[in-house]
């Protein structure tokens, strides 16, 4: 079945940095999305990109949609403490049977 | 209200006990899911139901029954559990329907199967 890759799995920064991270698939997905998870919360969907090459900004973080339709990035900028949890992202592939695939998550630690 | 509202937070039970999650949303959105989430590993879809009627079952094992008594509510009924479906169980509704991808999550049934 259709898998996303995510990376980095982990990351460990100071307050005040900026953060990159990146889905990668082998297939076209018509929908990305960004999602954090706070520990003993459900996920929230952060940013939702429709387009290929859109590129969508929420606050301090911004994603994109990228033009082969295979992958999507997120950067948030000048870290904060609260930025602190799990990222998924997640494609909506194409069809009737359309279905949310998810990457396995990119755990943020921030360091004040 | 934008919240999707879960009871129990925690549910310990052991393999004999029959017992219920219970989700609620008053966004008036179509479509209702349930999600078992392991730690550190995304969620797992098990059901969706929109409209009311069941959509998609991802071949999820008898012992757990869902129930959507209305538009605004959805059960996750439990019966003869394994200490391997010890997870959190995450409900979520959407506006667009069964397969859309912008989901609203509620906090999470933490369960332990003892």
């Known amino acids: 079945g259709q898998q996303l890759n995510q990376s980095p799995q982990s990351m460990f920064i100071q307050e005040g940095e900026d953060v990159s991270m990146n889905c990668t698939s082998s297939s076209i997905f018509n929908t990305w999305l960004w999602y954090k998870q706070d520990p003993g919360e459900g996920p929230v969907l952060l940013i939702a990109?429709?387009?290929a090459g859109e590129l969508t900004s929420n606050g301090r973080l911004t994603a994109q949609f990228g033009i082969t339709r295979k992958d999507s990035f997120l950067n948030i900028s000048a870290s904060i403490p609260s930025d602190v949890g799990i990222y998924f992202c997640?494609?909506?592939?194409?069809?009737?049977?359309?279905?949310?695939?998810w990457g396995l998550g990119t755990s943020l630690a921030v360091n004040p | 209200d934008t919240e999707v509202t879960q009871t129990p937070k925690h549910l310990v039970m052991g393999m004999t006990n029959k017992k219920s999650l219970k989700c609620e949303q008053h966004m008036g959105h179509r479509a209702m899911y349930w999600y078992k989430q392991k730690a550190k590993k995304p969620p797992e879809l098990m059901f969706v139901?929109?409209?009311?009627?069941?959509?998609i079952n991802e071949s999820v094992p008898s012992r757990f029954s869902p129930e959507c008594p209305n538009s605004s509510l959805l059960n996750l009924h439990l019966h003869a559990l394994q200490p391997e479906d010890s997870a959190l169980y995450l409900c979520?509704?959407?506006?667009?329907?069964?397969?859309?991808?912008?989901?609203?999550f509620g906090e999470g049934s933490r369960l332990t199967v003892l």
């Open positions: 139901y929109s409209y009311e009627k069941l959509s």
């Open positions: 979520a509704s959407s506006q667009q329907g069964p397969h859309s991808g912008e989901l609203f």
């Open positions: 997640a494609g909506l592939n194409a069809g009737n049977n359309r279905k949310l695939i």
């Open positions: 990109l429709y387009k």
